[in-house]
């Protein structure tokens, strides 16, 4: 793979440096064309917010809130930059978690909705004001995600109101004077079979009859968080998301009808299906080491995309020029720990210090969570809009290590 939308991508590295992330908006539309389309035809009161945790680059945002989605937002900066891009407040929606009064303050300030992670939290939320409209984040005794730390639910996870106590959260609410109501979960990422995705949601709609019907009240939103997952591995297929669209519609539809709900507004989370696909790394060769294996050091590391140190994700990585991969390697960056690697025994071609290597999949989740370890500077980040590539981030600096520092 040497373009990325018809773009060479060594002409990219010269003109950008490297490490480098490049994102395609052209997918980022097709991603949220096929979601938005499928779930219009299952079930037409739908809305996407898009999960700006997994790429909160404010031109990025810009662009996914032209497209017409809404935010899901999880700190006061997610709030901030979601506004800041173009997002309607009444199409965003706060989930934290173990959220301080400070958080909950912002969330009131720019008057979206406040999805509760716990009956805890909703009396800290009652001190500063009643909101007219609320919903809480329900764990439903089971979740599944791509790896465990990122299944956000069942018994280990920190998330949300046990499904036990669900009806007590919402009977306190009811009773200090809080008069509509959603539902929501979040209960794993990264998930590629449709037929977990109708499991949880007829599941958390079990728990909604419970928890709704006894106190009268008609759930105006049942947000069923994101989690919708894309194949990192060849031999992944991908989510048949028209399947899961139609899965999750009937699962709504049906115990709606069942408990007199009508038809509340469907919510779905997305992150990692909007803008994994569409982004890149783009690293260089800094060093080919014949030790007791061979290592291929790269200018990028765990301080530019974590998820292969952090989860033991893997990211298919391609040489730019080079497809015969008659090597076995280990991919790894510069950081001083041997958890900074990409891959073991990874077949890959002679490569020399200069070759460029592309990181498919490393939209979501990859700037969001680098870092400065080793005081190594976050990359630049270019997004290509209209066939031009365009720098939305510039490279750090020392300045930028330095800032702060009195
Ligand atoms: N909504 C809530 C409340 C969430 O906590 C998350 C992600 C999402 C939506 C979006 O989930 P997605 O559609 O992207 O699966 N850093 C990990 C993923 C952690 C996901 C945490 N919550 C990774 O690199 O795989």
Not at 343 to 351: D, G, I, R, Y
């Amino acid at each position: 793979m040497d373009n990325i939308n018809g773009l060479d991508v060594k002409h990219l590295a010269e003109e950008f440096g490297t490490p480098i992330y490049i994102y395609d908006c052209e997918q980022i539309k097709i991603n949220y064309t096929k979601l938005k389309k499928s779930l219009d035809r299952y079930y037409s009161k739908n809305s996407i917010h898009y999960s700006l945790k997994a790429n909160s680059n404010l031109r990025i945002l810009e662009y996914i809130a032209t497209l017409g989605a809404g935010a899901d937002c999880s700190s006061p900066v997610e709030l901030e930059l979601a506004q800041r891009s173009g997002f309607t407040n009444s199409k965003i929606l706060y989930t934290g978690n173990y959220e301080s009064e400070e958080d909950l303050k912002k969330a009131i300030e720019f008057s979206v909705r406040i999805n509760l992670d716990d009956i805890s939290s909703f009396k800290r939320l009652i001190k500063l004001t009643v909101p007219e409209i609320l919903s809480f984040r329900i764990n439903p005794g089971i979740g599944k995600g791509g790896f465990e730390g990122i299944t956000t639910a069942g018994s280990d996870a920190k998330f949300g109101v046990p499904y036990e106590m669900a009806y007590d959260a919402y009977k306190l609410a009811k009773d200090v004077g809080v008069k509509r109501f959603g539902i929501h979960m979040m209960t794993g990422s990264n998930n590629l079979e449709p037929y977990y995705f109708a499991e949880i949601v007829e599941k958390l709609m079990t728990i909604a009859g419970k928890i709704f019907i006894p106190l009268d009240i008609q759930p105006e939103y049942v947000d069923i968080g994101g989690g919708l997952g894309v194949p990192y591995y060849d031999d992944e297929k991908e989510l048949d998301i028209e399947l899961t669209a139609k899965l999750i519609s009937e699962a709504l539809k049906e115990k709606s009808a069942k408990f007199g709900f009508g038809e509340p507004e469907l919510i779905l989370e997305p992150g990692r299906y909007i803008i994994a696909n569409a982004g890149y790394l783009i690293a260089k060769v800094t060093g080919v080491k014949k030790s007791y294996k061979t290592f291929v050091g790269l200018d990028a590391g765990m301080n530019t995309l974590i998820r292969p140190a952090l989860y033991g994700a893997f990211h298919k990585v391609d040489v730019y020029g080079k497809t015969n991969k008659t090597n076995l390697v280990t991919l790894c960056g510069q950081i001083c720990e041997n958890s900074d690697i990409f891959a073991k025994n990874l077949p890959f071609p002679e490569v020399e210090d200069g070759d460029i290597v592309i990181f498919h999949n490393s939209g979501a989740y990859g700037y969001s969570m680098s870092s400065n370890y080793n005081n190594r500077m976050r990359p630049a980040e270019v997004m290509i809009i209209n066939g031009k590539p365009q720098l939305i981030r510039r490279r750090e600096t020392l300045d930028d290590i330095l800032t702060g520092i009195i």
